[in-house]
């Protein structure tokens, strides 16, 4: 069912700071994984993904981590802007050995950056 | 922009009304979705197509009714909704129904049963 969760509900950091967002989920077959970024009054929208083939994975300002011996997942901001502000959901796909594979989304983190 | 689109943004009905959500994806994708947002909770999927198959119906009320005419275009038909349906529907697309592959959202519809 659905594993992912958020260790915290809300997080506030000052503008230019990292931030540091924490998932855990408890299904081992999981194979792979996304953060999603919904700012208020949108839909999710994509940051960045990684396959359980991987434990580190970098973007634009975002690092994702893979820690498949606990089960732990985070995405890190760096230089947090305000335009960073918004609720942060990751996903996992169980692997179902078929085509049938589904999207499982945690609760969400609401980052607040202040001045 | 995501190259998925939905409407109506926002939409208040009674529960004895019968409504329409459509969505529509521009991507070229093969699968859609439809998810209901609740607030401080999961995502829920609700309905999957692939290929305008239904592959998924996650256990949803009848009072939904999900039609999928061609790849591009996905319907989420309401009638005699409860006010507990009251959420942001959201619908999404990808490549294919594996889960490997990144799903891209629309705005949502939001909602409001009276």
């Known amino acids: 069912g659905e594993s992912v969760g958020l260790h915290l509900p809300t997080l506030s950091v000052q503008e230019g700071d990292n931030s540091i967002i924490n998932c855990a989920y408890s299904n081992s077959a999981s194979d792979y994984f996304i953060w999603y970024k919904q700012e208020s009054g949108k839909g999710p929208q994509f940051i960045i993904d990684?396959?359980?083939?991987?434990d580190k994975r970098q973007g634009q300002r975002v690092t994702v981590l893979l820690n498949k011996t606990v089960k732990h997942l985070s995405l890190q901001i760096a230089a947090t802007q305000p335009g960073d502000s918004a609720v942060y959901f990751c996903a996992e796909n169980i692997d179902r050995g078929s085509t049938l594979g589904r999207l499982y989304f945690g609760r969400g983190t609401q980052l607040t950056v202040w001045p | 922009e995501t190259g998925v689109t939905q409407t109506p943004r926002h939409l208040v009905m009674g529960m004895t009304n019968k409504k329409s959500l459509k969505c529509e994806q521009h991507?070229?994708?093969?699968?859609m979705y439809w998810y209901k947002q609740s607030a401080k909770k999961p995502l829920e999927l609700m309905f999957v197509?692939?290929?305008?198959?239904?592959?998924e119906n996650n256990s949803v009320p009848s009072r939904f009714s999900p039609e999928c005419p061609n790849s591009s275009h996905l319907f989420l038909h309401l009638h005699t909704l409860q006010p507990e349906d009251s959420a942001l529907y959201l619908c999404?697309?990808?490549?294919?129904?594996?889960?490997?592959?990144?799903?891209?959202f629309g705005p949502g519809t939001r909602l409001t049963v009276t």
């Open positions: 990684i396959r359980s083939n991987m």
């Open positions: 991507l070229g994708h093969n699968a």
């Open positions: 999404a697309s990808s490549q294919d129904t594996g889960g490997t592959y990144e799903q891209y």
């Open positions: 197509y692939n290929f305008k198959e239904q592959t």
